[in-house]
């Protein structure tokens, strides 16, 4: 075999080991970033075990130092290999372990707890077996790690139906009539894990209901009557202080009064969560409200009545977009149907393409489109991915009836932008 013999060659394969191991986790992000993580790792692990029997059988069976490595097997005891085979075993085993971990918390969260605890884990067992080495050093080290796992899970630690399925922790502030509907929406809440302690009940008005009528088109049009919703109070958010305090996001519509809107925008402010608001039903809205949104999701209508300027073309929206952010709103999307979402933040403005469905009722897309972009940008995703992850939600909500109906799971919208992504590699390569 071949054995290194030179310091510095020695000390530059450990940079290159370092960059390898520190990266490898964004070779997904540059070959696509709607490359579903498990069959990245799945060929990651792949392409490492391929590897190391190329280097095991060239490296490691050439050159005149120390035996080849079918010799270097033959020669080791039985008990040895077993040892060797079980940690193998263990490590991808944990290895999986992060995997699901990544999936349901996202990378940002996942990788640096999970592996910084591996890290921390693996100095104190081997430290407590075998104690060598300078052990002020080896505590400054694993006080580093573990400064890096609590702060990295203060940064995430702040994370309506449309959110509980697409996979977000969440929490409603509304209000609920005392008759009949009031009384069967708690189990909803209950069935979508959604977290129902600010859902009053309003005995002086019923339950919010809304008429939908969907055309052959199939457009929308919709009729509300907010009832006890309409009648929620500034008092009824700020008593939901503590959940502000917690979340990774705050999202607002327009189907409560405005009063209530700005104690919700003013409580996010106050402990430094985004807003994102849907502004839906259409209004205008004033300059200092827009100023506290941090992401504002209106469609053609919508950003047509906000901005007073008509919205029917792509160039249309991102003049649209400009006079948002003139007046205060760091990041508009606008949300185009079919053709995708307009994204304008400080980088610019880009369209980010739709997914193209059958579509049969659009009641529930921007709900559900806005609910999936707040639970991917908790989970720490780029803002174009998030709004590809939500564009994908809105897409599968529109292939069928209803509004709370329709909402998707998790799962299908994962699928459809894996799907997406390989029919856009396809396209890429036939095009080549």
Excluded at 45 to 51: D, F, H, K, R, T
């Amino acid at each position: 075999m071949i054995i290194v013999e030179s310091y510095p060659i020695a000390v530059l394969m450990c940079v290159v080991t370092m960059l390898c191991w520190g990266f490898w986790g964004n070779t997904q992000k540059l070959a696509s970033r709607e490359w579903k993580y498990q069959l990245f790792y799945w060929d990651y692990g792949v392409s490492v075990l391929l590897w190391a029997l190329v280097f095991a059988f060239t490296a490691g069976s050439t050159g005149s130092a120390g035996r080849a490595f079918l010799a270097d097997l033959a020669q080791a005891e039985a008990g040895g290999l077993g040892w060797t085979w079980l940690g193998g075993v263990l490590f991808n085993l944990s290895n999986l372990l992060l995997v699901v971990a990544i999936d349901i918390a996202g990378m940002a969260v996942a990788f640096p707890i999970g592996v910084g605890l591996a890290l921390v884990l693996g100095v104190v067992v081997t430290y407590l077996l075998r104690p060598e080495g300078n052990p002020l050093l080896l505590a400054g080290c694993v006080a580093l790690i573990v400064a890096a796992i609590v702060l990295n899970a203060l940064a995430y630690r702040r994370k309506a139906v449309a959110a509980a399925r697409a996979g977000g922790v969440v929490s409603l502030v509304a209000r609920l009539g005392t008759d009949g509907l009031g009384d069967e929406t708690p189990a909803r809440f209950a069935t979508e894990r959604i977290d129902a302690r600010h859902v009053g009940r309003d005995p002086h008005a019923p339950s919010g209901v809304a008429l939908i009528f969907v055309a052959r088109s199939p457009e929308n049009c919709i009729a509300v009557a907010p009832g006890a919703n309409g009648r929620l109070t500034p008092a009824d958010v700020r008593r939901a202080d503590p959940l502000f305090a917690g979340s990774s996001a705050v999202v607002l519509q327009l189907e409560i009064p405005l009063a209530a809107v700005r104690a919700a925008t003013a409580l996010a402010v106050k402990h430094g969560v985004p807003v994102i608001l849907n502004p839906a039903p259409a209004r205008k809205l004033p300059m200092a409200l827009l100023r506290q949104v941090s992401v504002l999701t209106p469609n053609e209508t919508e950003a047509e009545v906000l901005t007073g300027r008509k919205v029917d073309s792509d160039a249309a929206a991102a003049q649209a977009a400009r006079i948002l952010h003139r007046r205060g709103v760091g990041t508009v999307i606008i949300t185009l149907g079919a053709r995708g979402a307009l994204v304008s933040d400080a980088t610019g403005g880009r369209l980010v393409p739709g997914f193209p469905v059958k579509a049969v009722d659009t009641t529930a897309a921007g709900d559900v489109f806005t609910g999936a972009l707040a639970v991917a940008c908790g989970e720490g995703r780029p803002l174009d991915e998030a709004v590809r992850f939500a564009c994908a939600a809105a897409a599968v909500s529109v292939t069928r009836m209803g509004a709370q109906p329709s909402v998707p799971m998790r799962a299908e919208i994962d699928d459809l932008v894996f799907l997406g992504a390989r029919r856009l590699r396809r396209h890429h390569t036939s095009s080549q």
